[in-house]
């Protein structure tokens, strides 16, 4: 009886230390696989040729002349001061939401002659492949901080190259406009590329900018041969929905490094922030695989929850990337019109609907309803649109003013002529 009381008192510790051991083991194996997981879909996510960690973007490795940063540096200070005074103007006109007077035409040649050569080094730096940031820091709050004083300038670069693009339209040189206008462009495609989902709206906002800015071209007259090609190989060279699965990918070390998204919890333990970190780490991943168009058609975007609920958390990165994924959506159905319109232009402006230019392309298409582009003549030239989210087409008039219902191109007389009748 004494050695079995004594080989109780040995043994059951024994197995408990045993059992312990065997739950430590098992611990240390799920956080391990944990952790394996999360190296594996940050290595899957580094594989793009646009950076991904915050790290990656010092640009040592890129020569000078291969970085567009270069020059954007060079001119930073003038491109500035130069943006501001055209804000300001814009701001302060009498009219701004007529068509531009001459004397308008005049104000805008007195801020932008004297800076033309910048303007000119600016367009041509725009073919440069690469936007790489050089860092002062390694701090992800600095990294970032930067990236958005980066932003703020570039917001100023922006407004110079497409003021320049709308004076030498009003001057009557289209094929200079268009050169700005595509400059201003592939500035924005670059722009759009830089980590995190707030740059590839503002990024992708700006560039449709641009799309404007060739549509009022086109609108205008007839360009030469080597215009209409770089309108088209600008529209068909450019994947917007690569560059928002980037973006999302993106997001990760930006949501994780700089907002912060997953807030440490002082009762948490290492196993459950690293299944924390693997679970909105899936859910991105989730997002950037996401198809958003089928077929030539766009997918319904799964619901987005209680607005209250999308301000904690990682639910503020994914609000971003919904916000981005329609900003996408958005670019696609103009990148459809404004092919729509150039082929319109190039068989000689003439066309009183979409039947006459005889469209058989993939993109010729509505991407929210599946059937035709919208084509509806104006007094002023074709108006060309799609139907939009709610997927009814609502005339092509009012609903294109802010293109939140309908979303297409028109003439700037045409919008001009709609904002005046919806303020009365």
């Known amino acids: 009886m004494n050695f079995r009381r004594q080989a109780i008192k040995f043994f059951v510790p024994l197995a408990i230390a045993g059992l312990a051991f065997v739950g430590i083991w098992l611990a240390l194996q799920a956080r391990r696989n944990n952790s394996v997981t999360i190296v594996a879909m940050q290595e899957e996510a580094s594989r793009f040729e646009i ?141 759009a590329q830089l980590p995190g989902a707030e740059f590839f709206l503002f990024g992708s906002a700006a560039r449709l900018a641009g799309v404007d800015c060739l549509a009022n071209a086109l609108y205008t007259g007839s360009l030469n041969q ?57 859910e ?13 058609r766009f997918i319904e975007l799964p619901e987005v929850a209680d607005a209250s609920k999308q301000l904690i958390g990682s639910e503020l990165s994914l609000l971003s990337v919904r916000s981005a994924q329609l900003v996408a959506m958005s670019a696609e159905a103009r990148r459809r019109c404004l092919l729509a319109l150039l082929e319109w232009r190039r068989e000689g402006g003439t066309a009183r609907n979409l039947d006459d230019l005889d469209l058989v392309r993939p993109w010729a298409k509505d991407p929210w309803d599946g059937g035709p582009l919208k084509f509806r003549l104006s007094d002023f030239g074709p108006v060309i649109y799609v139907v939009g989210e709610n997927r009814v087409d609502d005339g092509g008039e009012k609903s294109l003013i802010d293109r939140v219902i309908d979303d297409g191109i028109l003439p700037i007389q045409e919008s001009i002529r709609l904002n005046g009748a919806s303020n009365q």
Not at 153 to 173: E, I, S
Not at 244 to 251: D, F, H, K, P, T
Request: charged share 30%; net charge negative.
């Open 284 to 296: 991105m991943k989730s997002k950037a695989e996401l198809k958003l168009l089928v077929d030539g």
């Open 51 to 191: 950076p991904i960690h915050l790290k990656d973007l010092d640009n040592n490795s890129i020569p000078d002349e291969e970085n567009a940063f270069t020059d954007f540096q060079k001119w930073r200070k003038q491109l500035t001061e130069v943006g501001k005074a055209l804000f300001r103007a814009e701001y302060e006109s009498e009219s701004p939401d007529e068509f531009p007077t001459a004397a308008d035409v005049s104000n805008l040649e007195t801020l932008l002659n004297p800076h033309q050569q910048m303007i000119e080094e600016m367009i041509q730096a725009a073919s440069k492949k690469h936007l790489r940031i050089p860092q002062k820091s390694d701090k992800p709050d600095d990294v970032f901080k930067e990236l958005s004083d980066f932003q703020l300038d570039y917001n100023m670069a922006k407004w110079v190259l497409l003021h320049n693009a709308r004076l030498q339209l009003l001057q009557g040189r289209l094929d200079e406009s268009v050169r700005c206008a595509i400059a201003s462009m592939k500035w924005s495609e670059k722009f």
């Open 226 to 282: 080597e215009s209409y090609a770089a309108i088209e190989s600008a529209l068909l060279n450019y994947d917007t929905f690569e560059v928002l699965r980037s973006s999302i990918y993106s997001e990760i070390p930006v949501s994780i490094d700089v907002k912060q998204v997953l807030l440490p919890n002082p009762a948490s333990t290492e196993s459950s922030k690293e299944n924390e970190e693997k679970k909105f780490i899936s």
